[in-house]
């Protein structure tokens, strides 16, 4: 991409609404733009991180045996007064009246919707087990929406829903959900805590939050630190071993980590006093099972191997695709911007040439663009007539992994200079060696 040709509108002043760093940053670097109270355009730089944190969630669902499909935002208020939770949900539910005066709502979530899908289709338990997930928008019209997309009112989300036939295989599916999350947020660069958890308006005893430490988290973490060694790695997985993915629940929940909602002191002092940590976290992810909830209220019923009709195992697993972009930033950010991790970056490198019109410098950042691309990697090029000092800090804001500055002075010697924006050095080389160095 030609940053001449691109629509990214970085702003010079820091809006003075946005509090903490992951909205700042969003905001300057062209990301969102808030249309209302929590609810965001994605501008295409945000829009293409969006995306790339959908594909790792998708590709991560589809390796552990997920059937991804794709249900409407808009439901019908019967289905939720078929499990009771039409007048539960409360006001965070957004409702809406059709023209025939149907009562409608904007799904805040969709156990509901999901639960009739399969009650009109499922019927036997040959097809079980069965999991089924989507990527969409969710509304909730949440008190206080802050933080940009950290918490919005409209937010995407992954989620997952478990069919088994008996509780352990519902455990199994759980447990197999942890695993798939855990290497999620492991691809993107994030460490993401699997803390035992409240249910809520959602039910159930089985639950975990996945929770990214941070200072702006808005929830209290309470947990021996030894959790934060634990990391899934390359492990092979597989998702159909019960025992495999049991040992590795046990391995990341059996230390001290709780959410303030469920923190037992008494427990928490038997965690040796050097690892006790009091810190704030971001929800990132939660894991239910709740068993027949929903199946029985909904007369989800599958036939069992003795021909009798049993309510189907349930759980729901969420994923927040949008407030990660959010997470990220606040675990991946200094002074001067952003810093993407190279799973999630919206590019992978960015060209600044130096001499915009200089005919050398042109023609070298031309043939390291065509290099790149013909390794399936898009740079952003900046080709605009500025000075050098405005194209570092669009780039440097806007956190790029890696940075090639191509200028007549270099190109006299043969070299380029690449530089990493983590670690702010940089070096000097051959435009060849650069894109071996990147790729
Ligand atoms: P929270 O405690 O932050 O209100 P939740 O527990 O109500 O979240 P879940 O029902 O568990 O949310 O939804 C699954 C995931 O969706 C959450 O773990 C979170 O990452 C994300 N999520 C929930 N609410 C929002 C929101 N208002 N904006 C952005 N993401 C959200
Ligand atoms: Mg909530
Ligand atoms: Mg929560
Ligand atoms: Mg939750």
Not at 253 to 263: F, G, V
Not at 265 to 272: G, H, K, S, Y
Request: contains cysteine; negative net charge.
């Amino acid at each position: 991409m030609r940053l001449s040709r691109y629509f990214l509108p970085v702003l010079k002043e820091t809006p003075s609404d946005a509090t903490i760093a992951s909205h700042r940053l969003m905001l300057r670097a062209g990301m969102i733009r808030q249309q209302s109270a929590g609810i965001y355009s994605w501008l295409p730089l945000g829009y293409r991180v969006l995306k790339n944190i959908e594909r790792i969630v998708h590709e991560e669902q589809q390796r552990a045996g997920h059937i991804p499909m794709l249900m409407p935002t808009l439901q019908s208020a019967d289905l939720w007064r078929e499990s009771g939770r039409y007048d539960d949900y409360g006001e965070e539910m957004l409702r809406i009246t059709d023209r025939q005066g149907r009562d409608m709502l904007y799904g805040p979530t969709n156990e509901e919707m999901i639960t009739d899908v399969f009650r009109s289709h499922v019927g036997s338990y040959k097809d079980l087990p069965m999991t089924l997930y989507q990527i969409q928008w969710k509304f909730r019209d949440e008190v206080r929406p802050r933080f940009g997309v950290m918490r919005g009112r409209e937010f995407l989300m992954k989620d997952g829903y478990t069919f088994d036939l008996t509780v352990e295989d519902g455990l199994h599916s759980y447990n197999r959900h942890l695993v798939s999350y855990l290497r999620t947020y492991e691809r993107m660069g994030l460490q993401a805590i699997p803390m035992r958890a409240d249910s809520g308006p959602i039910g159930g005893d089985d639950t975990h939050e996945f929770l990214v430490l941070a200072e702006t988290g808005e929830s209290e973490v309470f947990y021996d630190s030894a959790v934060t060694d634990i990391k899934l790695g390359q492990r092979d997985i597989a998702y159909d071993d019960v025992d495999q993915c049991r040992a590795v629940m046990e391995e990341f929940t059996s230390r001290y980590a709780r959410t303030d909602e469920t923190h037992d002191a008494d427990l928490f002092a038997q965690v040796p006093e050097d690892r006790r940590r009091v810190a704030r976290g971001i929800e990132v992810g939660q894991i239910f099972f709740f068993g027949t909830k929903y199946s029985e209220s909904m007369g989800a019923l599958v036939v069992n191997d003795k021909g009798e009709r049993v309510p189907v195992q349930m759980g729901s697993h969420g994923i927040g695709v949008s407030r990660l972009l959010g997470a990220l930033i606040e675990a991946n950010h200094d002074e001067k911007g952003i810093i993407w991790p190279e799973g999630v970056t919206p590019f992978p490198v960015g060209i600044v040439n130096l001499k915009q019109g200089d005919a050398e410098a042109d023609a070298a950042c031309d043939a390291l663009y065509k290099s790149f691309s013909a390794l399936g990697l898009e740079p952003l090029y900046d080709d605009r007539k500025e000075r050098a000092g405005g194209k570092f800090a669009t780039m440097d804001l806007i956190g790029l992994p890696w940075r090639i500055t191509v200028g007549p002075r270099g190109l006299k010697n043969g070299v380029v200079e690449v530089t990493s924006r983590r670690s702010g050095e940089s070096e000097e080389m051959t435009p060849e060696l650069a894109v071996e160095t990147i790729a």
